[in-house]
């Protein structure tokens, strides 16, 4: 039920001039409502030279809105038939 990634988000970084630093979250999750800072962390000073250059790296909301639509984690049991059983769930009013 696991989705291969590098098969969806890969030829969009591709096209998009992107490359593999346009997944940092770096590159993406500050700009997110609500996030205040992200954490760095590399073993080794080329993942270092990655990350801080993912911070200069400029995405559009459409590139955010397309990595995000393909990084999508899969619905998990029993998530996925609640959806399907309840397409439609309106909290009760008190």
């Keep these: ?3 291969d990634l590098d098969h969806e988000a890969l030829p969009l ?3 998009t001039g992107l490359g593999l630093l346009g997944c940092s979250p770096l590159a993406r ?6 996030v205040t800072s992200v954490s760095v962390g590399a073993r080794r000073p080329d ?3 990655q990350n801080l250059a993912a911070v200069d790296l400029a995405l559009t909301p459409q590139d955010i ?3 995000d639509e393909v990084s999508e984690p899969p619905r998990m049991y029993p998530q996925w038939a609640l959806d399907a059983a309840y397409p439609v769930r309106t909290p ?3």
């Design 65 to 67: 809105a397309d990595l």
């Design 1 to 3: 039920m696991g989705r």
């Design 13 to 15: 970084l591709r096209a």
């Design 47 to 49: 993942q270092l030279e």
């Design 92 to 94: 009760l009013s008190g």
């Design 29 to 34: 999750v500050p700009a997110r409502p609500g």
